[in-house]
Nanobody
């Protein structure tokens, strides 16, 4: 069973940038399509960025052009580079397989506020 540890969140002003990291345990990481998900207060968790095992990416419309997902299979890590952040990006961010098929980590809080 793969487990995930997310990091890199924090408080940032509108227009700022953050880079999230997700370290995955287990030897089968490279075969999984992965995703970054977020959950804002009072809202359902949503998939915001996805990457296949081969590196193809896809994004929800609200983050296209601002977020970039990438992966390093040698490090068992998936990243989310976020720029031009907006207050509506405030949420707890999680990673998981896509579709999510494993236990959820603790997530990392991203707060965009002046």
């Amino acid at each position: 069973q793969v487990q995930f540890v997310e990091s890199g969140g924090g408080l940032v002003q509108p227009g700022g940038s953050l880079r999230l990291s997700c370290a995955a345990s287990g030897s089968m990481f490279s075969i999984y399509a992965m995703g970054w998900y977020r959950q804002a207060p009072g809202k359902q968790r949503e998939l915001v960025a996805a990457i296949t095992s081969g590196g193809n990416t896809n994004y929800v419309d609200s983050v296209k052009g601002r977020f970039t997902i990438s992966r390093d299979n040698l490090k068992n890590t998936v990243y989310l580079q976020m720029s031009s952040l907006k207050p509506e990006d405030t949420a707890v961010y999680f990673c998981n397989a896509n579709p999510p098929s494993m236990g959820w980590g603790q997530g990392t809080q991203v707060t965009v506020s002046s």
